[in-house]
């Protein structure tokens, strides 16, 4: 049977998006899900397309631009099923398209607080009983965005979330729990655009490589980074694998 039988995941975001196809190819791999999204209703979509696989759901709401929207999650998803053994902060926003010289501090906040401290404060809550456990699996979506200082809050939030998961990842060392990164590449979603250059399903199998990896990263240590395109041809297993 698939390692993921039983576990339980939740994802950021997962009411539409990157998020909703992490939800699904989690499924297919036999783990139970819990979807998120700001408010309850939105999370409909994605719960009525779970349904197509043999696994138990669970939905959580709440804005993580806020402490208590994040504190709502957190409670939410230790209601039922009271244990998250993947945690994956998918859930990001990119901001205005302004020029570099008059983003606002607002526009800097809103958005270090959904991409960077929201990441933190989730796995804060869920990591240590992952360490007690002996297994986990942290997975942050992270960007290749370059040379685009129009989205300079977007891309600084995003290497921020890049230098926490190489810190955090030293001390999950040797823990059983391991946390990743991975770069889903520029996707037709609502932030992507119709510009994009593959459509949204793309993401899979790369996404999960981090879950699917045993050992995290072969040449030793925590924190890999995955970029999720690369991995694109290869088909996912099943759950019964």
């Not at 791999?29 to 700001?38: A, E, M, T």
């Not at 009983?129 to 699996?137: K, L, S, T, V, Y």
Request: net charge negative.
């Amino acid at each position: 049977m698939n390692k993921l039988n039983g576990k339980w995941a939740l994802v950021t975001g997962s009411s539409r998006g990157i998020g909703q196809q992490i939800a699904l190819g989690l499924a297919q791999l036999g783990c139970n899900v819990v979807v998120h999204g700001r408010k309850l209703e939105n999370t409909k979509q994605t719960l009525e397309k779970l349904l197509a696989y043999e696994i138990e759901t669970h939905a959580v709401a709440g804005d993580l631009g806020t402490p208590q929207g994040i504190n709502l999650v957190i409670n939410g998803a230790n209601a039922h099923p009271g244990q998250i053994d993947i945690l994956y902060n998918n859930a990001a926003i990119m901001g205005e398209n302004t020029t570099i010289t008059t983003s606002t501090l607002d526009l800097w906040q809103r958005v270090f607080q959904v991409n960077l401290f929201a990441t933190v404060m989730l796995s804060n809550a869920f990591a240590p009983a992952m360490i007690e456990r002996g297994f986990g699996r942290i997975i942050n979506l992270t960007s290749g965005i370059a040379n685009q200082p129009n989205l300079a809050a977007y891309s600084a939030s995003k290497a921020a979330v890049d230098k926490y998961t190489k810190d955090f990842a030293v001390h999950l060392n040797d823990t059983g729990v391991h946390v990743a990164t991975v770069d889903p590449g520029w996707l037709k979603t609502d932030m992507g655009g119709e510009n994009a250059f593959a459509g949204v399903e793309t993401v899979l199998p790369g996404a999960l490589m981090p879950v699917l990896d045993e050992n995290n990263d072969p040449h030793g240590g925590n924190g890999r980074f995955y970029p999720a395109q690369h991995y694109k041809h290869l088909k996912l297993p099943t759950e019964n694998a």
